[in-house]
């Protein structure tokens, strides 16, 4: 079959009308938009523009003076008055929403969270991380090529302390599942285990919440002897702040359900510790580097990975040899302030200092306070004028008054969580 090679012409498309005629559209729906704009206008009293604080412009990032004059018209507590003839018609407006944030956030304890207006938790950190926070790109190129940290003190700590046999019949009957493959390390205090929370006795509720729990190390045998039964230990199960009232209750019930079976055992304490503890997540490719120039041991007991029979240097880090620790192991430590690193090291530590440092685990008892910024910024003010040969007196008591009160050391746990599948470095910090 042939053709004569000419090529067949294509169909035009159809275009649209330029006009559309939505008059009988309309026409049937005349009372109900009528009554719709009515409703509106009286919710807006006719006001019909765009509410300032709603309002996005491009410029928002320009921190110029020009662009900041605008925000210091309105105050706490004060009306725009501009004449008297606008005088009635001047409504109290709320005050802008940085002001607003500003306020409560100067309300923020030394210690715990930070209740919002409207009852929101607040980290410590908050302000700082809102300042800095950038988006998910920047967040995954530090954590391939650097470390990222993660403020994660909204975990609180349970603590449950009494005897070993009704600790372990109160997990047993909690949590699920409770035997680890590592359990005599668990029990021993050198790692830590993961368990689903959910009230004694009704598995058909469901679970509360994942947790992780440790304990206290103990110089004695963990072995499930009638004597280790009846040591007195003390145990931690750290819980999501979502869930933190509910699983409190349980471990709550359950303890003084343990206490009318075993009348004869003492009953088991249960405490929150919320807003006592902090804890960090140091995560990626970086994060041994960067905990080796942090964490700075002041004592023997804490260079426990260095070989039997050397002497540990002053400068031997904690992760010098970390393949040594456990996927999930803890190491407790009494490190110095990292604030105090000069170039030529660390500042010499007296034995007495050193003995007087108490454990993280006695945190509900009251620890130390570090030492304030400002005092730290006068010493090193002192420094620089001694290097001129030049004395301040006047801050002699300040530094003697402070010196009793802080501390330059600080006991953490440390505990390592590469049990994940992925290949980045996870540890976590509880101060």
């Known amino acids: 079959m042939g053709t004569d090679g000419s090529k067949q012409p294509n169909k035009v498309p159809v275009i649209p009308p330029r006009d559309l005629l939505v008059q009988k559209f309309t026409e049937s729906r005349a009372p109900e938009l009528e009554s719709l704009y009515s409703t509106i206008a009286n919710r807006m009293n006719n006001n019909f523009k765009s509410r300032k604080n709603k309002r996005r412009r491009t410029t928002g990032y320009d921190d110029r003076s020009s662009k900041t004059r605008f925000r210091k018209k309105q105050k706490i507590g004060v009306s725009n008055q501009e004449s008297d003839e606008n005088a009635e018609k001047c409504v109290k ?15 923020n304890p030394e210690s715990g969270f930070c209740p919002s207006g409207d009852g929101t938790k607040r980290l410590r950190t908050h302000v700082w991380h809102a300042k800095r926070g950038r988006g998910s790109r920047g967040l995954l190129k530090w954590l391939k090529n650097g470390t990222v940290v993660h403020d994660a003190s909204y975990y609180c700590a349970v603590q449950l302390e009494g005897s070993q046999g009704s600790l372990l019949s109160i997990l047993s009957t909690v949590m699920t599942p409770f035997s680890s493959p590592d359990a005599g390390n668990v029990l021993s205090g050198s790692a830590y285990a993961s368990s689903m929370l959910h009230y004694a006795g009704a598995h058909n509720l469901g679970p509360i919440a994942p947790v992780f729990y440790m304990w206290r190390p103990n110089q004695q045998s963990t072995d499930a002897d009638s004597e280790s039964d009846g040591t007195i230990r003390q145990l931690w199960i750290w819980i999501h702040a979502a869930a933190l009232t509910e699983g409190y209750n349980a471990l709550k019930s359950a303890c003084e359900r343990q206490g009318k079976i075993d009348e004869d055992v003492a009953v088991v304490s249960c405490t929150s510790l919320e807003g006592q503890l902090g804890t960090l997540e140091v995560m990626g490719s970086k ?33 010098d ?22 170039i030529e090291g660390l500042p010499e530590v007296s034995s007495e200092l050193i003995s007087s440092c108490t454990d993280l685990w006695d945190a509900s008892k009251g620890l130390c306070c570090a030492v304030e910024e400002s005092v730290l910024c006068m010493e090193k003010h002192r420094q620089r004028l001694s290097s001129f040969c030049l004395t301040d007196k006047s801050s002699d008591g300040i530094h003697a008054s402070t010196k009793i009160r802080s501390s330059r050391f600080c006991p953490v746990l440390l505990l390592r969580r590469n049990n994940m599948k992925d290949s980045i470095e996870r540890f976590t910090l509880f101060l």
């Open 287 to 319: 994060a041994s580097q960067l905990l080796r120039r942090i964490l700075h041991p002041v004592s023997r007991k804490c260079t426990f990975m260095v070989a039997d029979g050397g002497t540990p240097s002053r400068n031997t880090s904690i992760l």
């Open 321 to 342: 040899n970390e393949d040594h620790i456990s996927s999930s192991g803890i190491i407790s430590l009494t490190v110095c302030d990292p604030r105090a690193l000069t």
């Open 93 to 107: 407006k709320a005050p802008p929403r940085h002001i607003r944030r500003r306020k409560e956030l100067k309300m």
